[in-house]
Nanobody, 123 residues
Framework: VQLQASGGGLVQAGGSLRLSCAAS????????MGWFRQAPGKEREFVAG????????YNTVSVKGRFTISRDNAKNTVYLQMNSLKPGDTADYYCATRFDRTPNWDPEAYDYWGQGTQVTVSS
């Protein structure tokens, strides 16, 4: 299984970015997908997730209403559209997948991780 995340970069506060995560080596339509982030000195936290069935979940405290997760099963890709970015969103963003189809947004529950893509939001 390989997950390739991309789309990070430097953006001003209030701007937008779209992250992509291309998956290979798995039957993408059977897997739950998640986006997580880790800021320097902090623990990795859940950002958004989407089940194999297309149900989505968000870290309501941090990102709800600003971020949107989606998946394109034909392209084996999951996306994270990030709008109204804040300096507090600065982190390395990771996509991950788990073969257990039960919804679970705990990072410890995920089997495979991408390499991360860095997002920096300037004030």
């Amino acid at each position: 299984v390989q997950l390739q995340a991309s789309g990070g970069g430097l953006v001003q506060a209030g701007g937008s970015l779209r992250l992509s995560c291309a998956a290979s080596g798995l039957t993408f339509t059977r897997n739950n997908m998640g986006w997580f982030r880790q800021a320097p000195g902090k623990e990795r936290e859940f950002v958004a997730g989407m089940t194999w069935a297309g149900d989505s979940a968000y870290n309501t405290v941090s990102v709800k209403g600003r971020f949107t997760i989606s998946r394109d099963n034909a392209k084996n890709t999951v996306y994270l559209q990030m709008n109204s970015l804040k300096p507090g969103d600065t982190a390395d963003y990771y996509c991950a997948t788990r073969f257990d189809r039960t919804p679970n947004w705990d990072p410890e529950a995920y089997d495979y991780w991408g390499q991360g893509t860095q997002v920096t939001v300037s004030s």
